[in-house]
């Protein structure tokens, strides 16, 4: 199995951004895919989850609002569209799925069972 994100820049505050995740090697109609970023010198923080059967959400307090995830299943790809960018949005996004789904809708990064290997987002003027 292998996720590569993609999409990761340089942003000015309050710009917008768009993260891709494409998965392979994974049965990709009925797994959860998440994203998770991790800051310097803090723990990672679960950002967003989809289903890939039906398409439901889950995001974090921080984010919801601001940031919208989808998928386009024919692609093998989940997208993390991100809107008015702050500072601390800064940090490495990876994607990760979970066969299971759980792990996914309660953004709990140990339960997790494939790890992209991120791609930087600083938002910075």
């Known amino acids: 199995v292998q996720l590569v994100e993609s999409g990761g820049t340089v942003v000015q505050p309050g710009g917008s951004l768009r993260l891709s995740c494409q998965a392979s090697?994974?049965?990709?109609?009925?797994?959860?895919i998440a994203w998770f970023r991790q800051a310097p010198g803090k723990e990672r923080e679960g950002v967003s989850c989809?289903?890939?059967?039906?398409?439901?959400?889950h995001y974090a307090n921080s984010v919801r609002g601001r940031f919208t995830t989808s998928r386009d299943n024919a692609k093998t790809t989940v997208y993390l569209e991100m809107n008015n960018l702050q500072s601390d949005d800064t940090a490495v996004y990876f994607c990760?799925?979970?066969?299971?789904?759980?792990?996914?809708?309660?953004?709990?990064?140990?339960?997790?069972?494939?790890w992209g290997k991120g791609t930087q987002v600083t938002v910075s003027a």
């Open positions: 990760a799925a979970d066969r299971a789904v759980i792990s996914c809708m309660d953004l709990r990064a140990g339960g997790m069972d494939y």
């Open positions: 090697g994974v049965t990709f109609d009925d797994i959860g």
């Open positions: 989809i289903t890939t059967s039906d398409g439901w959400t």
